[in-house]
C-alpha cells in the first residue's frame, strides 16, 4: 500500500516526509485521529495472511488491539456507515454488520458517538 503525504504534512511527528528512509512506521494515531481516517478506511479492504495464534499474539503490539476488539471496531464503523448512508433499520443494519442484537450497535455507537443510531442518522 502506498500513502501520498503531502510535503509540508509530517505523518509522524519530528519526521518530514521527504526525510523518510522507507522502513516500516509503526503508527499509533488514538481514537481522534482513526475518526478521521474512518471515510478513508471504510472504503479500504485489508487481507493477513496469519495463523489465528499469530494474529492473536501480534495484534496488540502491532495494532493496540486484539482481533475481538478490532473486529468490534470494524463492526462498528459499517454500522455507523448504514446509518449515514442507507435507510436500513437498526435492527437490519446491525445484522448485517454480524450483531444479532441491535441493543449491542446501539450501545456501541453510543459509546462512539455519545448518541443513538436514530439520532445520529438525524445528525447528532
Not at 512506521?25 to 488514538?30: D, M, S, V
Not at 481516517?37 to 493477513?48: A, D, G, K, Q
Amino acid at each position: 500500500m502506498r500513502w501520498a503525504i503531502p510535503e509540508h504534512a509530517p505523518l509522524v511527528q519530528g519526521v518530514p516526509p521527504g526525510s523518510w528512509d522507507g522502513r516500516p512506521l509503526h503508527l499509533r494515531p488514538g481514537s481522534a485521529r482513526l475518526a478521521l481516517l474512518e471515510p478513508i478506511l471504510r472504503r479500504m479492504s485489508l487481507t493477513i495472511a496469519l495463523s489465528t495464534s499469530q494474529l492473536t499474539r501480534l495484534s496488540p503490539r502491532h495494532f493496540g488491539a486484539t482481533p475481538l476488539q478490532m473486529q468490534a471496531e470494524l463492526r462498528v464503523t459499517e454500522f455507523t456507515r448504514f446509518i449515514e448512508e442507507t435507510d436500513l433499520t437498526t435492527t437490519e443494519a446491525a445484522r448485517r454488520v454480524g450483531w444479532n442484537d441491535p441493543r449491542i450497535a446501539t450501545i456501541r455507537l453510543q459509546g462512539r458517538s455519545g448518541v443513538t443510531p436514530s439520532r445520529y442518522r438525524k445528525g447528532g
